[in-house]
């Protein structure tokens, strides 16, 4: 008898054929999207679905007018400063509130729980003012330092510090290293793979931003990836392929970093899910 | 090294510690001489590790003093007071090989790497680490890890070394061997130890001297013989000797009334005594057997060599005479609970 | 000094000790929080009650009854509207389909690697990549799916139709967030321990009853957060809007976000009334949390 008459084998075969078809549906707009992409713009209503034509022609004219190069160059930039802020400012606040006593811990630490709650957007209106007064509009300070400190990280990093033997703090100020002998020789190394998750979350989430630099870049020359291609679409609205080009080049990066750090990203996506 | 010509004796005076109210170490005075195996013992949360704590520096002390070597320490940090740790839980850096743990403490007084690497491989030779030098400490046993937190304290010579219930995360029979270890450890040494332990095998076999706690007071201190022979309370004589001493509500001294202490192995046989009890259970351990008697409503129990066979002599229900002999007895105030000398 | 107040002072020196450094590290971070979070809010929660002419400029304050005033006006009645609709498309089938993807690649065969990669590929996009790419599918034009649906996708399009706009918005904002939900989801999977499986398969528990009886609960708080997540997520839109719809057609995919950022926002100018909403709208998503807290301590079973 041929195995897949047997009830389990028709099972497996229905689980790979969810699969697939679940695949194709996923893949279905990726998959127009480079297909448009490498097409010329006369003949992107030709086979849109099979990569006939082929040419980089209209990826070349996307990276050149919608100055993507220079965007990327701001991403980078930003996302860069912002993680590395993000990642050393959430490491000191949560090393206070994890080995430090001090009069109005709780109260403060509550102040942190409380700027969880309020959302960004509701913020915007006076974050723009404060950075056009400051005349950061338009540059890498104002892009990124509104972003250099987040209480989320503080809570990841602090939960991590809280698991750490007491006595291995203890330990340590008997060979004599002080705090930031610890913070630096034991503490750090150790929260190591939760600093990987939280560094690997925020560049994601400022390489994603949206709202924010469309709000306070005018200039192109000071777009990032994410207010390039705003500014792509609008001025190339008749032509949909270039938009799409400009599309595949943005998202292109983000891909590769993110099949590179897969595991970092799982952690940094559940961690707020799964509770100590 | 300079260490070795001073002088580190502990003192401690009238050391107070109240942890929220709640006073955890209660007027406590004590010296320790240089190179003395220094044991406190008592049942947990006597505070005798508040003490050590204090001690090491990682506790301050709400009142008095702690003098090491002469100075006053109180404000002196932990790094500061030639002091090393050993904790229960051994504390080793899970992210660093036996040989950075080992040499941590010499890297963060600034000590040569070439230096601090040969001493080292000594303090690991000297408790047969050597082939454990590049694992970390995950890939250890509860022993060798134990070790590893030794050799991290030897390193650099401490003049005192304070050590918390190091032995109490090990199986009996490796405790057994280290017990010997440490004794043999502290006479090369020629350092002073404070060790914390709620074992009184460990108080009796190790110490040179051992200071009973309890509830945070100081109850006595001694040799171990002394302490064992005339337990300066009826919580000292029942925390150490196992099983612990007998303690009966009778008898008058100085038209006072007392109570009288004996130990199980005083306790003797006698078919002609007028005290008659009455054989509620036998235990045969082996070496020994645990004779418990009902001697009127107070419960005594009498331990007999193992050789000789008293299944044959006694049975459970039993009626038997004993007798305490005198020169075996202690006598405690019922009031103050504490010996007294006739 | 007695000896019991140089213990007092003692203490107290103690109680200190550690403030400095403390601060010292908590600086940073306070600074940026404050600044950009605290101040932020504070400041809006005041420029809100301030009436300014149409122009946005000679703002005054005059009593706080513009928030009343702001609540009950039609923009802001229809935007939450919108925007409650949009989260109400796209919370239960994004975590519907999220689960059911979980589920399916939560078993070892063969290419389970690859399909898992795939199931996970969509967090990779940003709102404006995964905008972009469905608005190319839906372009009327140029679109594969205009020209297979026809009808309204083909004229005026999907997303030109007052009646379809806020589906597809809503679809492609499905898309873009299934990537986060399986990889959540999945770890949630994984994270229920085996022996539960199998005392249910020994109980005789069929598929589904394994299903519902331990997958279901024990992904309780799992499913909760990503609840939590993906309404926030839906709340806060802005780039699908901005760039699919541009709040149109008729205000029909307005959302409250777009209402205060909006190219074409009726309010842009008028920074009392911008403030206004942006204090509405976090109000709105407070109310929310709180509702989801309070649903978490009642109805979520947490494993020990």
Known sequence: MATSTSPRGWRL???????????????????????????????????????????????RQAWRDGNLGRSLVNSTVVAVIVTVAQVVTAVLSAYAFAFLKFPGRTLVFGVFLATLLVPFEATVVVNRSTVQDLGWLNSYQGLAVPFLATAFGTFLVRQVFLTLPKDLREAARMDGLGHLGFLREVAVPLARPTLGALALFSFLSTWNQYLWPTTISTEDDWNTVQSG???????????????????????????????????????????????G | MAYCGAVADVRLNALTKVFDGVTAVDDVSL?????????????????KSTVLRM????????????????????????????????????????????????????????????????????????????EYLDRKPGQLSGGQRQRVALARAIVRSPAVFCMDEPLSNLDAKLRGETRA???????????????????????????????????????????????????????VAQFIGTPPMNVLPMGVVFD?????????????????????????LIEHLGHETLVHLDVGATRVVARVDGDRDTSLVHRVGDEVGVLFPDRHLHHFDPTTMKRVEQ | MTTAATAATAARRRRWRDAPFALALLTPSLVI??????????????????????????????????????????????????????????????????????????????????????????????????????????????????????????????????????????????????GFTFIVVTAGLQ????????????????????????????????????GVVLTSRAFQSYGEFDLLTGGGPNGSTTSLTYLVYGNNSVIKSNSGLQAAVAVLLFGVLLALSVLQIRGVERRVHYGD
Request: aromatic residues 8%; neutral net charge; contains cysteine.
């Open chain 2, 31 to 47: 010296e320790i001489a240089d190179r003395d195996f220094m044991i406190l013992l008592g049942p947990s949360g006597c505070g």
């Open chain 1, 229 to 275: 291609l705003r500014v792509l679409s609008q001025a190339q609205i008749d032509k949909p392929n270039l938009v799409i080009a400009g599309t595949v080049i943005v998202a292109l990066p983000i891909f590769l970093v993110l099949l590179i750090f897969q595991r970092q990203l799982v952690r940094g996506l559940t961690a707020g899910a799964v509770k």
């Open chain 2, 181 to 235: 270890e440490l004794v043999a450890l502290h006479a090369r040494l020629s350092s002073t130890f404070v060790y914390v332990t709620h074992d009184q095998v460990e108080a009796m076999t190790m110490g040179t001297h051992v200071a009973v706690m309890s509830r945070g007071r100081l109850e006595q201190v001694g040799t171990p013989q002394e302490v064992y022979a005339r337990p300066a309370s009826v919580f």
């Open chain 2, 256 to 280: 006072r009334p007392f109570l009288v202490g004996v130990r199980p192995e005083h306790v003797e046989f006698d078919a002609s005594s007028s005290c008659r009890a009455t054989v509620s």
């Open chain 2, 55 to 130: 001690i090491a520096g990682l506790e301050d002390p709400t009142s008095g003093d702690v003098m090491i070597g002469g100075a006053r320490v109180n404000d002196v940090e932990p790094k500061q007071r030639d002091v090393a740790m050993v904790f229960q839980s051994y504390a080793l850096y899970p992210h660093k090989t036996v040989q950075a743990n080992i040499e941590f403490p010499l890297k963060v007084r600034g000590v040569s790497k070439p230096d601090r690497a040969a001493q080292a491989q000594r303090a690991a030779a000297t408790l047969g680490l050597t």
């Open chain 3, 191 to 226: 994270s229920i321990p085996a022996d539960l499986y199998e005392s249910a398969y020994v109980d005789g528990a069929d598929g589904w009853m394994r299903f519902s009886n331990v997958t279901i609960p024990m992904l309780g708080p799992t499913l909760l957060f990503v």
């Open chain 3, 33 to 178: 929080l404050g600044a950009f979070v605290l101040y932020p809010l504070a400041r809006a929660f005041w420029l809100g009650h301030q009436r300014c002419d149409p122009t946005g400029a000679n703002c005054r304050s005059n009593g706080w009854d513009q928030y009343i005033d702001v609540f009950r006006s039609e923009e802001f009645q229809q935007a939450l509207g919108v925007t409650v609709r949009f989260s109400l498309l796209t919370v239960p089938v994004g975590l519907a389909l999220g689960v059911a993807l979980a589920v399916l690649a939560d078993k070892q065969i063969r290419g389970m690697s690859l399909f898992r990669t795939v199931f996970s590929s969509t967090v990779a996009t940003s709102v404006a990549v995964a905008s972009l790419m469905w608005f190319f599918l839906l372009n009327p034009s140029v679109g594969v799916l205009a020209e297979w649906i026809g009808g309204v996708a083909k004229s005026p399009g999907l997303l030109r139709d007052e009646g379809t706009a806020l589906w597809a918005v809503a679809i492609s904002s499905i898309w873009a967030n299934l």
């Open chain 1, 13 to 59: 075969v229905g689980r790979y054929a969810l699969l697939i078809s679940m695949t194709v549906l996923i893949l279905f707009p990726i998959w127009v999207m480079l297909v448009g992409a490498f097409k010329p713009g006369n003949k992107v209503l030709q086979d849109p679905l099979l990569p006939t034509n082929v040419t980089l022609d209209t990826l």
